[in-house]
């Protein structure tokens, strides 16, 4: 199983990464000096991360950027400083080990203009739940939900407390729905959407101007679905959204205040309809081509 391939991996890559950190001096990280705001983006070294990064380095971000893959950190960071004059700071993590969190979140901690964080990483796995291997479940589990909201508290201490700031959640459309074979993947994406929702409604009630948004993509044109065996044929290309879009979406949205972001009408009008379909007759078509 990819998923399962991934995980063992990401526990081989901890060693390394501990390593790098301590090699590197990354542990040791000072803030950011420059006036620039910055921005934290997970997940950063493909995919809606990396584009993410690149528009907001565009805008005059200074960027921390956290992934597992260490090598393409390092050239997305060095690209972005030569091209837009920003600091970029590579932060080599597995966000699914406890230490490699705390170490994200401490760094937080002690960046003072945190304006931005996305909080992208995530991965996919087929299979169903009982058959598939545990670890592999509680890796997406730490990742989707874990992550996402200790990251999320320690950049909101930092943003409601000056008064500024943007926190994006990626979710997607599969979290206004749940099927078979990707229980997990739908049930996290469902808990980011509702976890979301209610800072949203906090920050509202405590007349923050912090903003908060759910970003929901589709079909995105990224290395996502290729990492867990997927093939594109099996979906028509006009529903494959480029990950520009989805980018450029999201920011739009954050402008006017959107909580729930949904890229493409397409995707705008399955998940309008899906808010209107039976349950019942939801579960009904779970069964749809499953032999």
Known sequence: MVGAANFREGAHLRCF??????AFGHEEEEPMTTARPVALVTGASAGIGAAYARR?????YDLLL??????????????????????????????TSDA??????????????????????????SGRFYESPVEVQDAMHRLHVLATLRLSHAALRKMTARGKGAVVNVSSVAAFVCRPGSLSY???KAWINCFTEGLYLELKQARS????????PGYTVTEFHDVIGFDRKRV????????????????EGLKRGKL???????????????????????HATSEWGSG
Do not use: M
């Open 66 to 95: 956290v992934a597992r893959r260490v090598g393409r950190l390092e050239e997305l960071a060095t690209e972005l400083t030569s091209r837009h004059g920003v600091r970029a700071e590579p932060l080599p993590a597995d966000l």
């Open 186 to 188: 739908y049930a996290t």
């Open 100 to 125: 490699d969190l705390k170490a994200v979140e401490d760094r937080i901690a002690r960046e003072e203009h945190l304006e931005f964080l996305l909080n992208n990483a995530g991965f996919g796995a």
């Open 56 to 60: 907001l380095a565009a805008q005059g």
């Open 17 to 22: 990464l501990a390593w790098h950190n301590l």
């Open 209 to 216: 101007p912090v903003r908060v948004q759910a970003l929901c």
């Open 260 to 282: 729930f972001v949904v890229p493409g009408w397409r995707y705008k009008f399955i998940v309008a309809l899906l808010r209107l379909i039976p349950r019942p007759l939801l």
């Open 236 to 251: 028509p290309a006009s529903w494959w959204t480029p990950v520009e879009q989805v980018v450029d979406a999201s920011l």
